[in-house]
């Protein structure tokens, strides 16, 4: 008796979990780029956080990780309207060179110990200060974006430190769909 009981309770917990399982209707969190011809995924604590700062001034900033290990690769990028421009964040494209949306991104091979590779708007204007060439420009495009999630793609080049005199590492076919955690 006690060994029937025992089947039975094992069989219906195995059917709660199968029958709990989640068939693709759960999104597939994610920010995966190509980072100078390797492909990377930032997915450990993969999100986005807005900040609302008041009288129309906003932020949201994306987060990743490759590993959840104390040296480790790491992805931001933050898309920020300009004060007092109050811009909405709308599905579509977003440059470095844009006046209405600042954009930075900071790519770290190794945090926080190794070389942090920066793109967006400070680097741009900083390239065209002293001149200095970006070949490709930071840019982003929202594919979807709502109160709880936002989505699309970007690329361009990202410099050592910041420094547009230095050799860039180019990332290209960078994907992101994150939940956003309000702030």
Same mark, same amino acid.
């Given at each position: 008796?006690?060994? #029937?009981?025992?089947?039975?309770?094992?069989?219906? /917990?195995?059917?709660? #979990?199968?029958?709990?399982?989640? &068939?693709?209707?759960?999104?597939?969190? @994610? /920010?995966?780029?190509?980072?100078?011809?390797?492909?990377?995924? %930032?997915?450990? !604590? +993969?999100?986005? #956080?807005?900040?609302?700062?008041?009288?129309?001034?906003?932020?949201?900033?994306?987060?990743?990780?490759?590993?959840? &290990? +104390?040296?480790?690769?790491?992805?931001?990028?933050?898309? =920020?309207?300009?004060?007092?421009?109050?811009?909405?964040?709308? +599905?579509?494209? $977003? &440059? *470095?060179? !844009?006046? *209405?949306?600042?954009?930075? +991104?900071?790519?770290?091979?190794?945090?926080?110990?190794?070389? *942090? $590779? !920066?793109?967006?708007?400070?680097?741009?204007?900083?390239?065209? !200060? /002293?001149? =200095?060439?970006?070949?490709? @420009?930071?840019?982003?495009?929202?594919?979807?974006?709502?109160?709880?999630?936002?989505?699309?793609?970007?690329?361009?080049?990202? %410099?050592?430190?910041?420094?547009?005199?230095?050799?860039?590492?180019? #990332?290209?076919?960078?994907?992101?769909?994150?939940?956003?955690?309000?702030?």
């Amino acid at each position: 008796m006690k060994r #029937i009981v025992l089947v039975l309770f094992i069989s219906a /917990i195995a059917i709660f #979990i199968f029958s709990c399982k989640k &068939s693709g209707s759960s999104p597939s969190y @994610h /920010i995966t780029a190509t980072v100078g011809g390797t492909n990377k995924t %930032f997915n450990v !604590s +993969a999100f986005a #956080i807005d900040t609302n700062y008041g009288g129309g001034a906003y932020e949201i900033e994306l987060l990743g990780a490759t590993s959840a &290990s +104390a040296s480790t690769g790491f992805f931001s990028l933050d898309i =920020a309207n300009v004060y007092p421009a109050n811009k909405t964040l709308v +599905a579509g494209n $977003y &440059s *470095d060179t !844009s006046s *209405d949306f600042t954009l930075s +991104a900071d790519y770290y091979s190794d945090y926080p110990n190794g070389t *942090d $590779y !920066s793109a967006g708007n400070g680097v741009a204007s900083y390239a065209a !200060s /002293i001149p =200095a060439t970006i070949t490709n @420009h930071f840019k982003v495009t929202i594919t979807g974006i709502s109160s709880t999630e936002i989505k699309g793609t970007f690329s361009g080049d990202f %410099f050592p430190d910041g420094d547009p005199t230095q050799t860039p590492v180019t #990332i290209i076919n960078g994907s992101f769909d994150v939940p956003i955690k309000k702030q």
